[in-house]
């Protein structure tokens, strides 16, 4: 570095009396607007600390969690339907609205394991999934237990649980579609294949 | 403690800035408001040009489309970001790695050579202050002696009326600049929209533009070279990147010292007439040296070479040069470090290149369906995926997906047709894999391949087929054909 020429006038920046190591310090002040941000953030402290901590004002974080997920489950419950009831599937499975829409998913999830034709092993006997639209059922073949089949899944064998993936709606909507390849009252039986 | 205590006179109403302490912080603390003089020269009139351009590009960008798109647009709300036709998306997040280091490197780069050329030519703090605040201020309240005599005078009706069209005017611009800067975000028939509804109806939009007005007000109307000085972390770094040989704006004290007057005899070239300081946007003086408050504007070198140029001396006394150029000595260029410096940036150059030339319109994941990681049946061996799929493009797009690599007998259910995505969409399909027990012969890799219907592009990710080894399969099967053997000799065993 070049040597810079020294000031013509010191306007006298005082030094602070100790030294650590031959090294001194200026007594110079803080830029004021500096230290209004730092009795700012004190102050901020101060409110919050009393408005969370103290007096409740503010909801805090978790109460807030609570309080969405309150109503998560309130709309959920408003569109939820009673998956144990087995007319009310039969019902669904006779409405086109709830029939297109299972398809739909039926064709873009479940074809790869259980065929378009929704008929497995029965087509196809290299078909991963079993026929649905027979009337031998592995795992129950009531609605509500056609629900649970398709909700839960039957990890062991492969098949996912798919109520996470796509919502009650429309795991309800399959098992709807698939109960439109049936007849209400139809005789069911359940058999566990060799 | 200091002559700041004196009632102020004239003379020191223009502060003598000292290298140990801030001039724009007087001695209590409090702050001390700069008035620099104008300045004419060929610096100040290339760095008007360059500010303005600057300017002209930034409000100009969101104005001119680009293949249906403005010329930039960040696009949040469909997470998807356009610049000059070319469009990313939020899974393309990655190479704002590239940015960012990019950004570095070159400031590394140019910083090593050139000094602080970005904070006095292209910063927007510098740009903005000097070419639309600075210049409102002078249109309203005059030039620097006046304006110090208005800062000083009691508060009048005259006053009163020039402060209100100056804050006035300050935060029309600081309006304008957030507006635009909004438009960079959801486009400006989209501001422009919501403009003609009450703030409520869109509440976060409004709140972030006067926010950030009242902010870039604050900054431009008051803070301004404290940003630079004290909360910019660029002033500091740069003692860590420059060095004898980097550009920086000096003065030459050999050919100016000792100072004094015209006329006096054995004085330097310098004639002590204060002109550098007085037009310093940051009240230093730059005959001290490079200090950490210079942020490169060159305002005292035109005033300087203006000076030399009416007592008839050499310009350049004060100029862009390095401290062994300023020193006497000769400035080199190559060094290490920009050797150094220039290498990184071009390595990042060409991989970032190279990653934004191949960019994919589309995303894929493939990923193992919950449960088991593969399936043993009675007659065969299988995996099951899931294959998400993105279109990351603006309009649809089909994709077909293929299993490659398989052994002999593998067969794949899943994906038998294309799949027709709409713009910007996602779908997640199975894809499943079944080896017959008598083709298999263990785990395996294998690829999956996703190509668009136009054969465009493609997308490979290897994935493995998982299992059991062979032969534990062949054993059970050979235990199982013995139990058979024997049960059919012996069916009473």
Known sequence: MSS????????????????????????????????????????????????????????????RVDTAMAGINAAKMASSIDVTNDDKFWEMSANAVFTDAGKQTFTSLCTPCHLPSMRGKSENPAAVGPDLTDTAWIHGGTPKELFT?????????????????????????????????????????VEIPK | MSADHKPASPRRSVPRPVVDSVTTIASDGSRRDLHPADVHGRFTRARRWSGWALIAFYLVLPWIPVNGHPAVFLDLAERRFHFFGYTLAAQDAWLLFFGVTGLGFALFFLTALFGRLWCGWACPQTVYLEHVYRVIERWIDGDATERRALAAAPLTAAKAAKRVAKHGLYIVASLLITHLFLSYFVSLPEVWHMMHYAPGEHWAAFVFVFAAAGVLYFNFAWFREQLCIVICPYGRLQSALTDDHSLSIGYDAQRGEPRGKLGTPDAGACVDCNRCVQVCPTGIDIRHGLQLECIGCAACIDACDEVMTRVKRPVGLIRYDSFAGLGGGVTRWIRPRTILYGVLLCVGIAVAAFAFTTVKPANFLVFRTGGASYFVGPEDVRNQFMVRLVNKRTEPATFVVTSEGLPAGLRQSGFEAP?????????????????????????????????????TFTLAREVEFMGPDARLLEDEEHEEREKKAKEHHDPKG
């Open chain 2, 419 to 455: 799949v027709t995505l709409a713009p910007m969409a996602e779908s997640v399909s199975p894809l499943v894999l079944v080896a017959s027990r008598r083709d298999y012969r263990g785990p395996f890799k294998f690829t999956v391949r996703v190509r668009d219907a136009a054969q």
């Open chain 1, 149 to 189: 089949t398709v909700s839960q899944g039957v990890l062991a064998k492969g098949m996912p649980a798919w109520e996470p993936v796509l919502g009650q709606k429309k795991t309800a909507e399959v098992v709807a579609y698939i109960l439109s390849h049936h007849q209400k009252g139809e005789t069911i039986t």
């Open chain 1, 4 to 63: 810079s020429p020294q000031p013509p006038e010191d306007p006298g920046i005082q030094l602070r009396d100790h030294t650590y190591d031959g090294i001194q310090e200026y007594d110079q002040r803080l830029p004021n607007w500096w230290l209004y941000t730092l009795y700012g953030a004190i102050a901020f402290w101060v409110i919050y600390w009393f408005a969370y901590m103290i007096a409740g004002i503010m909801p805090t974080d978790g109460s």
